[in-house]
Nanobody, 118 residues
Framework: QVRVVESGGGSAQPGESLTLSCVTS????????MRWYRQVPEKERELVAT???????TYADSVKGRFTISRDNRKNTAYLHMSSLKPEDTAVYYC????????????WGQGTQVTVSP
């Protein structure tokens, strides 16, 4: 059974940090590209960060220098460390396990809310 479960969301003040975790099971985690997306109401889901199986990383311009994506293949877990948080980072954050080119073998988590406010 495939599981993709995010955690670590919550409330933070501007300038603070949060780390999201994405714990997975049921597929070959080390072969997957892992991505973090975020979404606010009435807007399209936005790609925030990506890490490939060989640990190449990319970031949206809006989070570059503030967010860090990482992975631990022994724990089948991806992380998103978010620092210098801003109110505009408020969103539901989703983890996506991407079997690139194989959409039927790619998996979404259920999302975790991050709220940044004074």
């Amino acid at each position: 059974q495939v599981r993709v479960v995010e955690s670590g969301g919550g409330s933070a003040q501007p300038g603070e940090s949060l780390t999201l975790s994405c714990v997975t099971s049921g597929f070959s985690f080390n072969a997957y590209t892992m991505r973090w997306y975020r979404q606010v109401p009435e807007k399209e889901r936005e790609l925030v960060a990506t890490i490939t199986p060989v640990r190449d990383t990319t970031y949206a311009d809006s989070v570059k220098g503030r967010f860090t994506i990482s992975r631990d293949n022994r724990k089948n877990t991806a992380y998103l460390h978010m620092s210098s948080l801003k109110p505009e980072d408020t969103a539901v954050y989703y983890c996506f396990a991407d079997a690139v080119g194989l959409p039927w073998a790619s998996y979404w988590g259920q999302g975790t809310q991050v709220t940044v406010s004074p």
